[in-house]
T-cell receptor
Framework: GAGVSQSPSNKVTEKGKDVELRCDPISGHTALYWYRQSLGQGLEFLIY????????KSGLPSDRFSAERTGESVSTLTIQRTQQEDSAVYLC???????????FGPGTRLLVL | GQQLNQSPQSMFIQEGEDVSMNCTSS?????WLWYKQDPGEGPVLLIALYKAGELTSNGRLTAQFGITRKDSFLNISASIPSDVGIYFC????????????FGPGTSLSVIP
């Protein structure tokens, strides 16, 4: 497809389980961003990738959160031992040149019961 | 840390009315961005502002980069039902990379 895709679109899990969220950026986009959007809130920056490396991981809320990117393409955000406060929409964006040109995916809606 | 404030938090307006919303911060930004988010979708960029005092239009949308570089506003003229959504401002800081901070959003409802 032409845009950023994310999977799954919705995920319901039980507290304590691990989840993996996937982002497929636009082909050729070297920059990739993960954000979290809680209900009624703005976007909270989580992590930024330039190529396969992550210059800024400062937004990850805790050590239960990790992300990787391989082949300058797909990225996976992993949340271990999920908590109810992890419930949110997780958005991915990719960019060719600069954050102002980032294109967002539709997000993964995560609900932790 | 850096924080953006957006006002109003929500708006209910009649179709055809003009809308004004703004974004303020205690921090200086190099770039201001305005996004619109429809339900179930990711945000889409509406306008980017790069220079203090800059006034930029995109159809019925007009946005300005405040002179102090700590604020920005967005105006929508002659609102239509498809303007419904959440409008986010975002400030960009130039560090070793572009760091973007999002505001909490303004929810706009248009009554036909």
């Amino acid at each position: 497809g032409a845009g950023v895709s994310q999977s799954p679109s919705n995920k319901v899990t039980e507290k304590g389980k691990d989840v993996e969220l996937r982002c497929d950026p636009i082909s050729g986009h070297t920059a990739l961003y993960w954000y979290r959007q809680s209900l009624g809130q703005g976007l909270e920056f989580l992590i930024y990738f330039q190529g396969n490396s992550a210059p800024d991981k400062s937004g990850l809320p805790s050590d239960r959160f990790s992300a990787e990117r391989t082949g300058e393409s797909v990225s996976t955000l992993t949340i271990q031992r999920t908590q109810q406060e992890d419930s949110a929409v997780y958005l991915c964006a990719s960019s060719l040149s600069g954050v102002e040109t980032q294109y967002f995916g539709p997000g993964t809606r995560l609900l932790v019961l | 840390g850096q924080q953006l404030n957006q006002s109003p938090q929500s708006m209910f307006i009649q179709e055809g009315e003009d809308v004004s919303m703004n974004c303020t911060s205690s921090s200086i930004f190099n770039t201001w961005l305005w996004y619109k988010q429809d339900p179930g979708e990711g945000p889409v960029l509406l306008i980017a502002l790069y220079k203090a005092g800059e006034l930029t239009s995109n159809g019925r949308l007009t946005a300005q980069f405040g002179i102090t570089r700590k604020d920005s506003f967005l105006n929508i003229s002659a609102s239509i039902p498809s303007d419904v959504g959440i409008y986010f401002c975002a400030g960009v800081m130039k560090t070793s990379y572009d760091k973007v901070i999002f505001g909490p959003g303004t929810s706009l409802s248009v009554i036909p």
